[in-house]
């Protein structure tokens, strides 16, 4: 059995095969953490288009799938006045926005993504995401999620 160090915490290792287990299982809990703190804290810019009815929703997204210009679809059919600016909403984080839409923007995870069709007391919705504000380099080194580490972490994002 091996012993590891990282300040006040040992990690125990049997073997290597213990050791691919438990890095397997750090790297997974690594990316979990950095997706909940991505959507937790990092703001983001959407596009989007705003219409009241599903069927009228359907329609543009079919467009979109076929390769329509979102800006271009904003602009003629959103209900929004963000529809003049090609649908732009400019940068939010976490809380700001409607809870439906909110989740479906945070879930999106790459610029360009276009989400389903989200419902809100406003009508029918298609997001289109534009950028995601880069996480601080000190949130990605791993030395900070080791056991322990994400419960406190969660913790303190929840003001608790």
Known sequence: MSV???????????????????????SESFKKIL???RRRISPIRVRHILVKAREEAEEIKRQLDQGGDFAQLAHKHSACPSGRKGGDLGYFGPGQMVKPFEDASFALDYPGEISGITQTNFGYHLIKLEHRVALPNILKKRWMFFPGFRKQFLKILNGH
């Open 35 to 37: 997706t909940e703190i």
């Open 4 to 26: 590891s160090t990282v300040g006040s915490t040992s990690i125990y290792k049997k073997d290597k095969i213990q050791q691919k287990i438990i890095s397997s299982q750090e």
